[in-house]
């Protein structure tokens, strides 16, 4: 694993708890920027996994 997939899972980790305290609490704006949050997350992860694919096919 490298950087941009651990920090990639915890943005995704993090907007899924957003969006979720955005439901509970009604809040339509903290549920938005929970899901923009998991697919900032969920880029970033890819992004890691292209690198780490990369990575190994240097090898």
Not at 8 to 36: C, M, T
Request: charge should be negative; hydrophobic fraction near 30%.
């Amino acid at each position: 694993m490298n950087k941009d997939q651990i920090e990639g899972k915890l943005k995704n980790i993090g907007g899924k708890i957003q969006e979720e305290v955005g439901d509970l609490i009604d809040s339509p704006e903290q549920e938005a920027k929970g899901f923009q949050k998991q697919a900032e997350g969920k880029l970033q992860e890819k992004v890691g996994d292209l690198k780490e694919a990369a990575r190994v096919a240097t090898k």
